[in-house]
């Protein structure tokens, strides 16, 4: 036993590293259509959208970058999808200013996907300076936060922002974030005291620190990570890169926890004096040091 | 499909090769990669700064509609700059009180309302019930497990008396509470690392396709070919400078030299 407890602590690393790159190419070359249950907040989320008449305006902060988009770009498309879907007045903005172009390209690219014009049935007002204060200022006067949308046109001029002067005419705002400014901070400056109604969209990594806002309702729903992109792909029944992400993640998650569960199996059966060699043993300076640090 | 669409997708391909490359070990194909990411990322963000902020929300309001007092507060961010000539430093004072008196003024009562009372009131709101529910069914049982984390995990961080006897056994079930806590953010953690590799294997089994050229499987073959003749080379030049740590490692003997 110890003797295969050293040898698979003294493993090399890049042993791991194909095996997650095999578990994360297979089901991606050979989906198996593993099952999907789609949970509460997400729904939440879905059927705030589909009680929303036509015409009410749907504000989406796309406040990441792309170092974020493989888990909130399949949600910003599938979001707009549906908002576009039920001829919801939309909205795209950013708070991240490496994000603009990105946001851009998916909210025009679903926009035309629709047929829907700029200007008439969407705007995309991009980038303002100064994080958290430009929900402040939006919610006093959209015009002065975003005097001109992205591409130079006057904000109150547009027609599909015709009646909307601040924050208080918005009927939902849904933030996707990577981490601050983002959801907290529509919450926080926005919706306490604007009024509006307020989703989130972020990465698994600020997931779990939401949830509290969800409990108490200062949040209506949560979208969280891949997964709950795949689950909103879902309720709008169009399966995109999301869905198809979903088995390669199962994979790697069930990898990953045999290998927590062999490794404290090999700590609980080894005498720990033999672990502490193999952990001197390995602090050797040709030993291999954590990737990615 | 465009030329454009084209070489973004062997651009794409090849970086995102090179920065993979680092699992093998520190090379020169990841260092490449790196310090074109970390200025590319430079220049788009001063070029977007240059458009969004300086044209857009100083030059068109100052000059074109004669909003003078935007001034103001491009003198403060010029202030700022002032550090780096020590003989007048200390004016860029003036801008760090600016900005942490109204920082602070803005976000101070926002956060006690919205990330302390509320979620108090949160807390202790669902042990009382709402109208039409049982009042002891799963949710108030859900409360009062929440209820019981809050007090044990605050009881751990209590630091101003013992922890002994009760407050001991209290600061205890504390600990579970927060090493489940962490246990949770590890795993979401890990969920989104996952779905980061999941992103990038999306886009190379898209660009080893014959529409794109093959370009992930050439790619490949070069940087593969390329790490190989750099082993060559290091091992044939006696006291090479690489690092052979398998991995990479966040300490490069060449950089300190």
Same mark, same amino acid.
């Given at each position: 036993m110890r003797d295969l407890a050293g040898k698979l602590l003294r493993m090399d690393r890049r042993i791991i590293f194909v095996l997650i790159a095999l578990a994360t190419l297979i089901p991606l070359l050979r989906p198996i259509g593993l099952p999907i249950r789609i949970s509460p907040e997400v729904k939440q989320v879905y059927d705030y959208i589909e009680s929303l008449p036509e015409g009410s305006v749907f504000l989406l902060s796309l406040d990441f970058d792309p170092a974020s988009k493989p888990e909130l770009y399949p949600m910003a498309v599938a979001l707009l &999808?549906?908002?576009?879907?039920?001829?919801?007045?939309? #909205?795209?903005m950013t708070l991240l200013v490496t994000g603009t172009g990105m946001a851009e390209k998916v909210v025009s690219g679903i926009a035309s996907e629709y047929g829907k014009q700029r200007g008439l049935d969407y705007a995309f007002l991009g980038y303002s300076p100064g994080g958290s204060n430009v929900i402040i200022n939006m919610g006093q006067d959209l015009a002065t936060a975003f005097p001109t949308d992205h591409y130079g046109e006057r904000t109150a001029d547009l027609p599909v922002l015709q009646g909307i002067t601040s924050l208080r005419q918005v009927n939902y705002v849904i933030s996707l974030a990577a981490g601050t400014p983002g959801v907290e901070s529509w919450y926080v400056y926005g919706k306490e005291k604007y009024g509006f109604e307020l989703g989130g969209g972020v990465t698994a990594v600020i997931a779990p620190g939401l949830y509290p806002f969800l409990n108490t309702g200062q949040i209506? *729903?949560?979208? *969280? !990570?891949?997964? *709950?992109?795949?689950?909103?792909? @879902?309720? #709008? !029944?169009?399966?995109? &890169? %999301?869905? %198809?992400?979903?088995?390669a993640q199962s994979a790697t998650h069930f990898l990953i926890i045999g290998l927590i569960l062999l490794c404290n199996l090999i700590y609980f059966l080894t005498p720990h004096a033999a672990i502490r060699s193999f952990g001197s043993a390995q602090s050797r300076s040709d030993a291999p040091r954590e990737a990615g640090r | 499909m465009t030329t454009s669409l084209l070489i973004g997708a062997w651009v794409a391909a090849g970086l995102t090769l090179c920065m993979f490359? =680092?699992?093998?070990?520190?090379? +020169?194909?990841?260092? =490449?990669?790196?310090?074109?990411?970390?200025?590319? /990322?430079? *220049?788009?963000?001063?070029?977007? @700064?240059?458009?969004?902020?300086?044209?857009?929300s100083l030059y068109a309001p100052v000059i074109q509609e004669g909003k003078w007092w935007f001034l103001i507060a491009a003198l403060l961010g010029l202030l700022v700059?002032?550090?780096? @000539?020590?003989?007048?430093?200390?004016?860029?004072? #003036? /801008?760090?009180a600016v900005i942490v008196g109204?920082? /602070?003024?803005? %976000?101070?009562?926002?956060?006690?309302?919205?990330n302390i009372l509320q979620q108090v009131? $949160?807390?202790? &709101? +669902?042990?009382? $019930?709402?109208? !039409?529910? +049982?009042?002891? $069914?799963? %949710?108030?049982?859900?409360?009062?497990?929440?209820l019981i984390g809050?007090?044990?995990?605050?009881?751990?961080?209590?630091?101003s008396i013992e922890h002994k006897g009760p407050i001991h056994a209290a600061a205890r079930i504390g600990i579970y509470f927060l090493m489940i806590n962490f246990g949770a953010g590890f795993g979401y953690t890990v969920m989104a690392r996952m779905s980061l590799l999941i992103g990038r294997f999306d886009d190379l089994i898209l660009f080893a396709s014959r529409e794109y050229g093959y370009a992930t499987l050439v790619l490949l073959g070069m940087i593969a070919f390329g790490l190989f003749m750099w082993e060559r080379n290091a091992n044939a030049v006696p006291g090479s400078d690489q690092d052979s740590r398998p991995g990479g490692s966040d300490v490069r003997p060449h950089a300190d030299g």
């Open positions: &999808k549906h908002a576009f879907k039920r001829d919801l007045r939309v #909205i795209g209506n *729903g949560l979208i *969280g !990570g891949l997964r *709950g992109a795949a689950e909103y792909e @879902i309720l #709008i !029944g169009a399966k995109g &890169k %999301a869905v %198809a992400g979903m088995d | 490359s =680092f699992l093998y070990k520190d090379n +020169p194909f990841f260092r =490449f990669g790196e310090h074109l990411y970390v200025g590319i /990322s430079m *220049g788009y963000t001063i070029v977007r @700064i240059y458009y969004d902020v300086m044209v857009k700059l002032t550090r780096f @000539i020590p003989a007048i430093s200390w004016l860029s004072r #003036i /801008s760090f109204f920082g /602070s003024g803005v %976000a101070i009562p926002r956060i006690i309302s919205s009131q $949160g807390t202790l &709101k +669902p042990l009382l $019930g709402n109208d !039409g529910q +049982p009042l002891f $069914g799963m %949710a108030q049982l859900n409360a009062f497990l929440i809050v007090i044990t995990v605050l009881v751990y961080f209590f630091f």
